[in-house]
């Protein structure tokens, strides 16, 4: 039901910014709780940070916080991952995901917890 299309990724320094944005097709877009995840080389894929749909609360893993601040325009069905003070061991393919579910109270922080993905974008960071 919900397509996704990720973009703004690319190569970055240590310690450089980078903006990551999802684009989503479909009217149902503005009922999902939606997420960024990442998988490294040889690592499982992990949460990274989600957004609510309808209140805007977000949660980010300890991992980024201060540093990642996720955002959705439902205006625009886009939600965004701005990144400051990328490190080398963040290098890693993310993507975007929209809940399995509709109008979910909470946000789910496992893979098994959304349904629609987009393709990924590889984001590197030079050390």
């Known amino acids: 039901q919900v397509q996704l299309v990720e973009s703004g990724g690319g190569l970055v320094q240590t310690g450089g910014s980078l903006r990551l944005s999802c684009a989503a097709s479909g009217r149902t877009f503005n009922f999902y709780n939606m997420a960024w995840f990442r998988q490294a080389p040889g690592e499982e894929r992990e949460f990274v940070a989600g957004?609510?749909?309808?209140?805007?609360?977000?949660y980010v893993a300890d991992s980024v916080k201060g540093r990642f601040t996720i955002s959705r325009d439902n205006g625009k069905s886009t939600v965004n991952l701005q990144m400051f003070i990328l490190k080398p061991e963040e290098t890693a393919v993310y993507s975007c995901?929209?809940?399995?579910?509709?109008?979910?109270?909470?946000?789910?922080?496992?893979?098994?917890?959304?349904?629609?993905w987009g393709q990924g974008n590889q984001v590197t960071v030079s050390s």
């Open positions: 957004v609510k749909w309808d209140d805007g609360r977000t």
């Open positions: 995901a929209a809940d399995r579910f509709p109008r979910r109270r909470d946000i789910a922080m496992t893979r098994d917890g959304y349904n629609y």
